[in-house]
Nanobody, 119 residues
Framework: QVQLVESGGGTVQAGGSLRLSCAAS????????MGWYRQAPGKQRELVAQ???????DYADSVKGRFTISRDSAKNTVYLQMTSLKPEDTAVYYCKADVITRGSRGDYWGQGTQVTVSS
């Protein structure tokens, strides 16, 4: 079993900052790409940022220059530093990890953490 647990969400005023964390635990041999997605009410889930084991990063155009993704592979943990937050960043943020366990490989999702940006 693999579990992803997110933390760090909350409510912040526009222009503020938040840092999200996501720790993967369980029978993990290694984790490959890890990423953050978000889903706002009435909208589809979208990719926010992702990072490979080689630390190659990719960002949605809407967050470039404001969000930074990083990881600690030894801890199977991924972070999302969010700055200059805007009301349109309000959403539930989910982390996803491509995880290798003993005998299998698959994508796992966290339960989500709410981020609310007030104007």
């Amino acid at each position: 079993q693999v579990q992803l647990v997110e933390s760090g969400g909350g409510t912040v005023q526009a222009g503020g900052s938040l840092r999200l964390s996501c720790a993967a635990s369980g029978s993990i041999v290694s984790s490959n790409a890890m990423g953050w997605y978000r889903q706002a009410p009435g909208k589809q889930r979208e990719l926010v940022a992702q990072i490979t084991t080689g630390r190659t990063t990719d960002y949605a155009d809407s967050v470039k220059g404001r969000f930074t993704i990083s990881r600690d592979s030894a801890k199977n943990t991924v972070y999302l530093q969010m700055t200059s937050l805007k009301p349109e960043d309000t959403a539930v943020y989910y982390c996803k990890a491509d995880v290798i366990t003993r005998g299998s490989r698959g994508d796992y999702w966290g339960q989500g953490t709410q981020v609310t940006v007030s104007s």
